[in-house]
């Protein structure tokens, strides 16, 4: 598709367990980052890539997160043991890493929304 | 650290009114600066970015300069319209970054309402 692209947009789950969230990236952008949005904040830095390594995870708030980007492409965040405070929307978004090509912008997709009970 | 201020909202405006958002930022150094817009339903999306001193950033009748002696980036617009309704983000992305790592220091958001 043209744009970042998040799956699901919606999860409910309950305290205690383990969740995915997909985020497949525009073609080509080498850089992709995840952000968490809590009612009434704005976004808070997670992680980013840069390809398929971690570049920066200096914002994931513990151990019970993890996110992945096996190819360099689509990535998953990952967290375990689900906490009614985990619940928040979770934002991905990409951009070119290239200095040519950055114009510092960031592309975002909707969201995933995630409800913990 | 890097952060970014916002006034709060919900501003709630007049179609045709004019807008302020205030938005003061603390960094280091020379950070470049952006307003991202939430419409309702949708991703964040930029709206209008500053790289340096004085700069003025404009797109869809919204300017915002970059004030470094005030520490600000302020949005204005001159006639709101009703399709203006959104949240409004000041962000900051911190100075000597050029390659990748586009990590941006967001504010809380701003919410606006414009009615007719």
């Known amino acids: 598709g043209a744009g970042v692209s998040q799956t699901p947009s919606n999860k409910v789950t309950e305290k205690g367990k383990y969740v995915e969230l997909r985020c497949d990236p525009i073609?080509?952008?080498?850089?992709l980052y995840w952000y968490r949005q809590s009612l009434g904040q704005g976004p808070e830095f997670l992680i980013y890539?840069?390809?398929?390594?971690?570049?920066?995870d200096s914002g994931l708030p513990n151990d019970r997160f993890f996110a992945v980007r096996p190819e360099g492409s689509v990535s998953t965040l990952k967290i375990q043991r689900t906490e009614r405070g985990d619940s928040a929307v979770y934002l991905c978004?990409?951009?070119?890493?290239?200095?040519?090509?950055?114009?510092?912008?960031?592309?975002f997709g909707e969201g995933s929304r995630l409800t913990v009970l | 650290g890097n952060s970014v201020t916002q006034m709060e909202g919900p501003v709630t405006l007049s179609e045709e009114a004019f807008l302020t958002i205030n938005c003061t930022y603390t960094?280091?150094?020379?950070?470049?600066l952006f307003w991202y817009v939430q419409y309702p339903g949708e991703g964040l999306q930029l709206l209008l970015k500053?790289?340096?001193?004085?700069d003025k950033g404009s797109n869809k009748g919204f300017e915002a300069t970059y004030r470094k002696e005030t520490t600000s980036f302020h949005l204005e617009k001159g006639s709101v319209q009703v399709s203006d309704s959104a949240v409004y983000f000041c962000?900051?992305?911190?100075?000597?970054?050029?390659?990748?790592?586009?990590?941006?220091?967001f504010g809380t958001g701003t919410q606006l309402k414009v009615e007719l």
């Open positions: 978004a990409s951009s070119p890493w290239a200095a040519t090509q950055n114009t510092g912008e960031l592309f």
């Open positions: 073609s080509g952008h080498t850089a």
């Open positions: 890539f840069q390809g398929t390594g971690a570049a920066d």
């Open positions: 960094a280091t150094g020379y950070p470049s």
């Open positions: 500053a790289t340096k001193a004085d």
């Open positions: 962000a900051l992305r911190r100075e000597g970054i050029t390659g990748g790592g586009n990590k941006l220091t």
